[in-house]
């Protein structure tokens, strides 16, 4: 299964809403998580199982979607938040795949 | 509190081996699945291979299989990654990753830090 997120960055104001999009090629159901990365860290899961936030991650990231299109909303964007953001897959793994990112900038 | 330590990384000359290891605490290993997900420098993750909790299921990348191993140790805390074979292209960070208390599929809530392995001649 390959995941295709977009857009590649996105240039977004502090405050400003940022919405990222994933799309699968084939159904995953709801068997999707979004990742945070920050540069010289390890991913931070935000969100699984599509909607559930993670413990501890604000309220002002959402996740949405089912079969092959997802998105992950950031409402108010945060300096924090500028970042990379994975989707990735599990539906019947093996194998267990990653989008390629989307970086989220400041505009 | 959580805590993933990898090892074992470093130089190594392409066909050679590896040998990759997890140190987990703070939480009951024995009751987690865990894998192995790797950054090549400067790009996106990549799935490697996960293990279930007791080693009875274990998967591979593609790109990985029939060179790599997972195994683990529940009695000593620890997760393995046997790695034979290695190429260029194997060049990466090692993240172990724990698989999510509460969830029903294979998403990871924590992360270690990673070691670097390096595939040059």
């Known amino acids: 299964i390959v995941m295709t997120q977009s857009p590649a960055t996105l240039s977004v104001s502090p405050g400003g809403r940022a919405t990222l999009s994933c799309r699968a090629s084939q159904s995953v159901s709801s068997n999707l998580a979004w990742y945070q990365q920050k540069p010289g860290q390890p991913p931070r899961l935000l969100i699984y199982a599509a909607s559930i936030r993670a413990t501890g991650i604000p309220a002002r990231f959402s996740g949405s979607g089912s079969g092959t299109e997802f998105t992950l909303t950031i409402s108010s964007l945060q300096s924090e938040d500028f970042a990379v953001y994975y989707c990735q897959q599990y539906n019947n793994w093996p194998p267990i795949t990653f989008g390629g990112g989307t970086k989220v900038e400041i505009k | ?121």
């Open chain 2, 1 to 121: 509190e959580v805590q993933l330590v990898e090892s074992g990384g470093g130089v190594v000359r392409p066909g050679g081996s590896l040998r990759l290891s997890c140190a987990a605490s703070g939480f009951p290993f024995r009751a987690y699945g865990m894998s192995w997900v790797r950054q090549a420098p400067g790009k996106g993750l990549e799935w490697v291979s996960s293990i279930s909790w007791n080693g009875g299921d274990t998967g591979y990348a593609d790109s990985v299989e029939g060179r790599f191993t997972v195994s683990r140790d529940n009695a000593q805390n620890s997760l393995y990654l046997q790695m034979n074979n290695l190429r260029a292209e194997d060049t990466a960070f090692y993240h172990c990753a724990r698989r999510t208390l509460g969830s029903e599929g294979w998403d990871f809530d924590y992360w270690g830090q990673g070691t670097l392995v390096t595939v040059s001649s």
